[in-house]
């Protein structure tokens, strides 16, 4: 166990540049922030790089801090320090006292890897394609949907959110640790699905758009989800089976993306129970 309390630190320097994705692809490093994250990330037993914490937070939390570190901190750097430092790296105005950094998990597959190995067969709890979901909060609230759905793959467009980020851990509530996410262009992966047997649903309204709970679902099932602003554009629509529709009353505009892709993953997973 260290004490570190300069702000120029090396140390401190190289994992405030974690909040930056940049940084995170150039190190393939991530950090989580917060006793419910770092707890969550301890369960599916990840093991840490670095692991700071503040001698308040130590002090108040001795049996959890030894409980996780026990787990995830076996080749970890552990680190002391003040809550300055902890806001520097962190980036967040009052954080709880404990932070941690992780080497990226690998999700780089392409979708014809993926299709080569398993997606012939289909997958249990189906697939749902993420065009533009830019906005952190909807993907971490997508992934955390996912995961408690059983959704069996999220394949995510490149300029979709960074599930490294902050925000989007922050949203998946340690989810993105274990749920299959993958990053693969919208337009060839809809394409290589559909060549090979699966239905593609687009959710939006467009001529001919069915409500959703009248589409059948199986493991060679999946749905793509647009961006926030703009929904899907027209070419992607037009390359998939069919479009679906949530039925909402007729005085509501329409339902938030990550809303939208909750209530489409709950349906699927009706048909996995």
Not at 139 to 145: A, F, K
Request: net charge neutral; glycine share 6%; aromatic share 8%.
């Amino acid at each position: 166990m260290e004490y570190i309390t300069a702000k120029n630190n090396q140390r401190v320097v190289y994992t405030s540049k974690l909040l930056q994705k940049k940084y995170r692809e150039q190190f393939c490093e991530f950090s989580v922030c917060g006793k419910k994250l770092v707890y969550e990330a301890s369960l599916r037993k990840m093991s840490a790089r670095k692991i700071f914490t503040t001698e308040e937070f130590l002090n108040k939390n001795r049996e959890y801090f030894a409980t996780v570190t026990d787990i995830i901190g076996k080749n970890a750097e552990i680190i002391v320090t003040n809550d300055e430092i902890m806001r520097k790296i962190s980036g967040e105005e009052a954080p709880e006292g404990i932070l941690c950094t992780f080497g990226c998990i690998d999700k780089s597959e392409k979708i014809d890897k993926i299709y080569n190995n398993t997606l012939c067969h289909g997958i249990k709890g189906g697939i749902i394609i993420l065009d533009s979901m830019r906005d952190p909060g909807n993907m971490g609230t997508v992934i955390r949907s996912a995961y408690a759905f059983g959704v069996g793959l999220i394949v995510a467009s490149p300029d979709c959110a960074d599930i490294y980020s902050p925000k989007v851990q922050r949203g998946a509530m340690g989810a993105s640790f274990s749920q299959n996410i993958m990053f693969a262009d919208t337009r060839s992966t809809v394409r290589q699905l559909r060549e090979n047997g699966f239905d593609v649903y687009a959710a939006a309204l467009h001529r001919n758009s069915r409500e959703l709970c009248s589409v059948p679902v199986n493991e060679k099932t999946a749905f793509v989800i647009g961006n926030e602003a703009n929904g899907l554009p027209d070419d992607v629509i037009e390359l998939c089976s069919g479009s679906v529709i949530i039925p909402i009353s007729p005085d509501s505009e329409s339902l938030n993306a990550s809303v939208a892709a909750s209530v489409i993953m709950w349906e699927m997973s009706k048909h996995f129970r």
